[in-house]
């Protein structure tokens, strides 16, 4: 256990302390977010931080093999670290100079196969595997991306994604996803203090798409090393949940559902009256509380497993109507007592 201490500690000082080389720098270079259609935030705010966090995380990976923490496929830990890498590389140039749709789809998706195929020889899996996870990985890449709207919700995905992985790893033998968990788990908790500060930063594209594809990549990699389906998925059904519901609503009312908006569950807590850090808590104990349910029905018998199913659905249901209970709650109408004689 001091191996990964060790390596916690130094991915956590890590992303804690590069931020002060790279905000000057980020200035230097005019890398601000403007507010836009989906922003939760009115005032333009340095962005690219994503840059200390994938730095630290590169830290954390390097310091994981020379700690020897991973101490058996390496080669997936280092496929695992080129998916990151890649696609922290094209969110940096959206940051920069910004990409069509097309191009960023496209490069999304180049890494997921080309990771997805990688880890699918070393695994010794079929390649039936590789459109789904070839799209998995994209698609979570653009969930996290999409999810990345307020103060807080980002840095403590990844620091409850990571920490489960980091479990699931443990749990399944697989030194790799322990280290990739803590390594995930810390390079954001060690951002979070930056983000929530008065002088508060933003990840920026490099940021949301680095915590995307650590975790899809992560995820991907378990699935395929027969880690249990539980969970891979638990740590995230809560943001595909808001995303797919959201994307349903939208087309629903006729909207432009690729078109840029506001209308995430997450968001709508914000418009409901709840504080970003209040709406990201929300987002985090529901996911917290998946990943519970989802650990547990991985190994109970088949009874424990439907209340398991039953309790993360209503989990699920109750986070994506949570801002229409708390408009109706907070619009309830007094009733008036008036007193007896």
Not at 161 to 190: C, D, I, N, R, S
Not at 192 to 207: A, E, I, K, T
Request: glycine residues 10%; contains cysteine; aromatic residues 8%.
């Amino acid at each position: 256990m001091m191996p990964l201490a060790m390596l916690a500690g130094i991915t956590l000082l890590a992303s804690l302390l590069l931020p002060l080389a790279v905000k000057p720098w980020l200035v230097r270079m005019g890398v601000v977010d403007i507010p836009s259609a989906r922003s939760s935030h009115d005032k333009a705010t340095i962005r690219g931080m994503g840059v200390a966090a994938a730095v630290a995380t590169a830290v954390g990976y390097l310091a994981a093999v020379l700690l020897d923490v991973v101490t058996v496929d390496r080669s997936v830990f280092a496929v695992v670290l080129g998916i990151i890498a890649a696609s922290a590389a094209v969110g940096w140039i959206e940051d920069l100079r910004g990409l069509s749709i097309g191009a960023r789809a496209a490069a999304q998706l180049g890494i997921g196969a080309a990771g997805s195929a990688a880890l699918i020889v070393l695994t010794s899996q079929s390649f039936w595997w590789l459109p789904l996870a070839a799209v998995a990985i994209a698609a979570y890449v653009n969930i996290a991306n999409f999810m990345d709207g307020i103060n807080g919700i980002s840095g403590l995905h990844g620091l409850t994604a990571g920490g489960a992985y980091a479990l699931a790893g443990m749990l399944a033998g697989q030194p790799w996803l322990t280290a990739g968990g803590t390594v995930l788990a810390m390079a954001f908790l060690g951002f979070l203090p930056w983000n929530l500060g008065r002088g508060s930063v933003f990840l920026g594209d490099v940021g949301s798409y680095l915590l995307g594809a650590s975790i899809a990549a992560l995820a991907v990699a378990g699935f395929l090393s027969g880690v249990y389906v539980e969970y891979v998925l638990s740590p995230i059904l809560v943001y595909a949940a808001d995303t797919g519901y959201t994307l349903l609503r939208r087309i629903k009312a006729g909207e432009r559902w690729y078109a840029s908006h506001r209308e995430h569950v997450y968001q709508r807590l914000t418009d409901v009256g709840l504080s970003h850090l209040q709406a990201a808590a929300v987002v985090t104990v529901c996911t917290i509380a998946v990943i519970v349910l989802g650990f547990v029905a991985a190994t109970a018998p088949l009874p424990v497993v439907a209340l398991c199913v039953a309790g993360s659905l209503l989990v699920l249901g109750l986070y994506l109507v949570s801002p229409d209970l708390i408009r109706r709650f907070r619009h309830r109408p007094k009733v008036t007592r008036i007193p007896v004689a």
